[in-house]
């Protein structure tokens, strides 16, 4: 509080610009460049001829005020020692009298003025579209603070209710245990007894047995013959020994089998309705016919027309709408395993080589590019929108073992970046064959395990695993999660394609299941690649059904909404 006040008292006091007295200071005229008190602008100022046009205004005002331009001296550019007089619409630059009487007498002039009022107007609408996105933008993050808060206090109750489960599937293990224990200990105790039981038959019969030899012995030794043979009589009956007969089964100790510990029996995480979404809405636009049996890649240019491949089936083309039908630019009789359209509108592709190729978009020829990923193969392929080009490169002799990575690279073919090991120093993939990223810098691959397991690898910025997504145990309760293609949404979502579901997986931009839809329900069968156009509709590259040989592959434009 001292600081503030000690800044007051240092300040110098304005005085007004005509009295120079210490009254409040209460106006400003800006062509004589004066502060003025009420006195002065009333009694003094008036007092200049030209004071009824000066432009005075409240000293509260001024910071809203802005000073009037002028428009007469403006130099032109191109000719020296002339001012501008006109602004040339047609050529939207200010020209003087000589542009005009050589360039411009035909063009559509205007005042400027006239011109730098329009021009304010559409600035000014801008402003207002730029101030009506922040409120919306801060209403946004206003309501994504509370989704998070939300999403956090479930995720605390969640992890309650796993805790409690824990602790009463521990008790309930440790009771389970313990009756084996006892039930254990029980059947010791029977078979033990049994046992013991006949271990004392046995040992009364060995008993009587001893004193039975004893008496043989003692007839054996005597010496008097006429006790002999009377004793004789008396013995040689009990001579025999009784039998023991041992029981054929005791009963058993019973083996320990030990139980299946599954997911399933301890509790699973279950998401909310992640059946068929009611909020995704797909409308058809329109409905092409190609020449492919399998149309694996699409990839749309800004020009209206795309690419489209039938991968290592060997034809790559480019084509352009024409009604209903497609009209075929150009065609490549080439083997590919990766397409991605580049900024410059021309396409990249791996041919089965370390080197990338290129396809120019004006001369259509096919040379080198300077993307080199040796010693891999690379598969995958994506461009970003700051123009990184990420690969997905597999063993080039052996492509399911050795080393896989993701590598990024700039516009100079530099490996910035390679994705290759978790947080534990293992192999994050096994065969890398699709690539998006999300707005929020988030890698999403479709990862080929096995061709009965495919999965999508979710990478953060640094590169660490932050989620594995496999399908859903009720949507792919009967046919495996097997996606063939992902591309990101223009809400930063990401559609995963699966073909064997007829259906679409819409993953969050961290991995996470949002929605399923099943494009059948449009009559869409085997949806295969994705892509969007510049202009946010989403191409979907079909397969012919399984088995089939016809090369009547279908694309589909649409409008999806609602991811």
């Not at 004066?34 to 509260?60: F, G, P």
Request: charged share 25%; aromatic share 8%.
């Amino acid at each position: 509080m001292a600081y503030s006040q000690s800044i007051e008292i240092g300040q110098i006091p304005v005085s007004c610009g005509l009295c120079e007295t210490h009254r409040p200071i209460k106006w400003k005229c800006f062509d004589c460049d004066l502060l003025l008190c009420n006195h002065c602008k009333e009694k003094v100022h008036l007092r200049v001829k030209t004071a009824k046009d000066h432009r005075v205004i409240d000293i509260k005002e001024i910071g809203l005020y802005k000073e009037e331009l002028n428009f007469a001296n403006i130099p032109c550019q191109n000719h020296t020692g002339q001012y501008t007089c006109l602004y040339c619409k047609t050529c939207d630059t200010l020209v003087c009298p000589t542009c005009v009487s050589k360039v411009h007498i035909k063009h559509d002039l205007t005042e400027i003025q006239e011109e730098y009022d329009m021009k304010i107007g559409k600035l000014r609408e801008g402003q207002n579209k730029i101030q009506r996105s922040m409120t919306e933008f801060f209403s946004e993050k206003e309501q994504l603070y509370k989704l998070l808060s939300a999403k956090k206090s479930k995720y605390s109750h969640v992890k309650q209710d796993v805790l409690k489960h824990e602790q009463s599937v521990k008790a309930a293990v440790e009771k389970c245990f313990q009756k084996l224990r006892d039930e254990l200990d029980q059947n010791l105790e029977t078979v033990s007894n049994t046992i013991k039981s006949d271990i004392h038959v046995v040992s009364d019969l060995l008993s009587q047995a001893e004193n039975k030899k004893q008496e043989v012995q003692e007839l054996i030794l005597l010496t008097d013959a006429s006790k002999f043979f009377t004793d004789l009589k008396k013995y040689e009956k009990s001579v025999d020994t009784q039998m023991y007969y041992q029981k054929s089964n005791y009963g058993s100790i019973p083996n320990f089998v030990p139980g299946e510990i599954t997911q399933s029996n301890i509790g699973m995480l279950e998401f909310e309705n992640p059946s068929h979404s009611p909020h995704i809405n797909l409308v058809v636009n329109k409905q092409y016919q190609t020449e492919l049996e399998n149309v694996e890649y699409v990839c749309s240019s800004i020009d209206h027309s795309f690419w489209i491949s039938s991968g290592i089936f060997g034809l790559v083309q480019k084509v352009k709408p024409d009604g209903t039908n497609l009209k075929i630019l150009s065609g490549y009789d080439i083997q590919i395993y990766g397409l991605a359209l580049t900024q410059s509108n021309s396409i990249l592709i791996s041919t089965g080589e370390s080197r990338l190729k290129q396809i120019s978009s004006n001369t259509g020829t096919l040379t080198d590019s300077a993307y080199n990923v040796s010693p891999f193969l690379p598969i995958a392929l994506y461009i970003t929108s700051d123009n990184k080009v990420l690969v997905g490169g597999v063993n080039k002799d052996y492509p399911r073992e050795g080393r896989r990575v993701v590598i990024q690279m700039n516009q100079n073919g530099d490996h910035e970046r390679v994705y290759k090991h978790d947080q534990q120093k293992q192999p994050i993939f096994t065969f890398p064959y699709r690539i998006t990223r999300t707005r929020n810098g988030n890698i999403h691959v479709v990862d080929e395990v096995s061709k009965d397991s495919i999965r999508v690898v979710v990478l953060g910025r640094g590169g660490e695993i932050i989620n594995i997504y496999t399908g859903d145990t009720k949507i792919n309760k009967e046919i495996t999660f097997l996606p063939r293609d992902i591309v990101t949404t223009p809400r930063d979502n990401v559609i995963v394609s699966v073909p064997g579901n007829d259906a679409f997986h819409i993953l969050n931009n961290g991995g996470l299941l949002m929605a399923y839809y099943k494009t059948s329900d449009m009559d869409i069968i085997y949806p295969f690649s994705v892509a969007f156009t510049p202009t946010g509709q989403l191409y979907i590259g079909c397969s012919t059904t399984k088995g089939s040989t016809a090369k009547n592959a279908k694309i589909y434009e649409v409008t999806i909404s609602g991811c």
